[in-house]
């Protein structure tokens, strides 16, 4: 009898504990490193916010500050490790400083496209990878909304061969910079708000920053007509963090919504992004006819190719797990190409065709 009270009361206990969780709101704040009228990259934490709000019911209240309010475009990973905020919106290559084996979740030159890498992250081991990486700063990581391929950059002057790159000044972040700065040119980094001036100015000769959708807005075109296609980000993934702590502290139901809510606006981020570059290729094209679209010769692409091949492989020699990661994207990217390559580009090959 008596062990049948104490069950009793546990449960009571238990249930007072559940209800008092479910009714209980939680108030969260997000740090981005984009300023927040930069969409699409700054879209899905705004998007988030508001569709955790509806699903939760009002009980998981998430405000989003943008890089205007907090300050401190890379100083997202410290802050949500440290829980001034308990999340953070940002780029997983960021943090090449802190530990290079963040950049496989961004992206890498001449790497996996987006259906390849989600496929690779959620099918293969990708999230696994990710999360290994990211234990230590005892942070959740999650891809957080992907780009596309990306465009190779504006140029003032056509790259005719590799002489036209060495000396050239050029603002390029992640691996790809360093692939460039392998091949002589000068390379820099500079926030968003001064590449156009810098450009303009002859600070730099030439510069990278997403597509169409989000570059012809900054008006790289009217100083830098050349406009090359990618091969250093074909896949860019932005990221959510989460605090370990602050998401454990959250009734499961909650966690169920932050975690579903964050892959449908991720994956949806894609979306809007291949609309606004779609619709800004159409403009260019009639609006702005002075526009050159170029590929980088043949001898260049294959020493960028050569180039990033020998940074990788740098860094795989200095770390087991690089090596490790680099391995398993190889190996999956081996499996997917082959697959990308007979389903949608043979697929545009065939309505091309029929033209
Ligand atoms: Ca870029």
């Known amino acids: 009898m008596r062990s049948f009270t104490k069950v009793l009361s546990f449960l009571l206990i238990s249930t007072i504990l559940a209800t008092y969780a479910q009714a209980k709101t939680y108030k969260w704040k997000l740090?981005?490193?984009?300023?927040?009228?930069?969409?699409?990259?700054?879209?899905?934490?705004?998007?988030?916010?508001?569709?955790?709000?509806?699903?939760?019911?009002?009980?998981?209240?998430i405000r989003v500050d943008g890089k205007e309010k907090h300050k401190a475009a890379l100083g997202i990973l410290d802050m949500v490790k440290g829980g001034q905020y308990q999340m953070g919106h940002s780029g997983s290559y960021y943090w090449k400083g802190k530990d290079i084996n963040t950049v496989f979740f961004t992206t890498i030159p001449f790497g996996m496209t987006k259906d390849e890498q989600y496929s690779w992250f959620y099918y293969g081991d990708g999230m696994k990878y990710m999360q290994k990486v990211y234990d230590k700063f005892k942070v959740l990581s999650f891809p957080g909304g992907n780009t596309g391929v990306q465009m190779g950059g504006w140029f003032k002057k056509e790259i005719k061969s590799l002489n036209d790159l060495k000396g050239l000044k050029m603002r390029i972040p992640g691996l790809a910079g360093e692939v460039f700065a392998k091949l002589g040119v000068n390379v820099t980094n500079i926030p968003a708000?001064?590449?156009?001036?810098?450009?303009?100015?002859?600070?730099?000769?030439?510069?990278?920053?997403?597509?169409?959708?989000?570059?012809?807005?900054?008006?790289?075109?009217?100083?830098?007509?050349?406009?090359?296609?990618?091969?250093h980000e074909p896949a860019s993934e932005m990221q959510f963090l989460i605090n370990k702590r602050a998401f454990k502290k959250l009734p499961k139901d909650l966690q169920q919504i932050l975690l579903t809510a964050i892959?449908?606006?991720?994956?949806?981020?894609?979306?809007?992004?291949?609309?606004?570059?779609?619709?800004?290729?159409?403009?260019?094209?009639?609006?702005?006819?002075?526009?050159?679209?170029?590929?980088?010769?043949?001898?260049?692409?294959?020493?960028?190719?050569?180039?990033?091949?020998?940074?990788?492989?740098?860094?795989?020699?200095?770390?087991?797990?690089?090596?490790?990661?680099?391995?398993?994207?190889?190996?999956?990217?081996?499996?997917?190409?082959?697959?990308?390559?007979?389903?949608?580009?043979?697929?545009?090959?065939?309505?091309?065709?029929?033209?």
């Not at 156009?196 to 920053?209: F, H, K, N, P, V």
């Not at 082959?338 to 949608?344: D, G, L, N, V, Y």
């Open 263 to 355: 892959k449908a606006v991720s994956y949806d981020m894609f979306y809007e992004n291949f609309d606004a570059s779609a619709t800004a290729w159409a403009k260019m094209k009639q609006e702005f006819p002075n526009i050159k679209v170029k590929t980088f010769p043949k001898p260049v692409l294959k020493a960028m190719k050569k180039a990033t091949d020998e940074v990788l492989q740098r860094y795989a020699k200095q770390d087991p797990l690089f090596k490790e990661i680099l391995n398993s994207q190889k190996e999956y990217m081996k499996k997917a190409r082959a697959w990308s390559k007979i389903s949608e580009y043979d697929y545009i090959k065939t309505c091309k065709e029929v033209e």
């Open 31 to 61: 740090a981005m490193t984009w300023p927040s009228t930069l969409t699409p990259l700054a879209s899905p934490p705004q998007k988030l916010a508001k569709l955790v709000k509806k699903m939760s019911d009002g009980r998981l209240i």
């Open 193 to 231: 708000g001064e590449l156009y001036t810098s450009l303009d100015r002859g600070t730099i000769d030439a510069l990278e920053w997403v597509g169409p959708g989000m570059d012809i807005k900054m008006g790289f075109h009217k100083v830098a007509p050349y406009y090359y296609t990618g091969w």
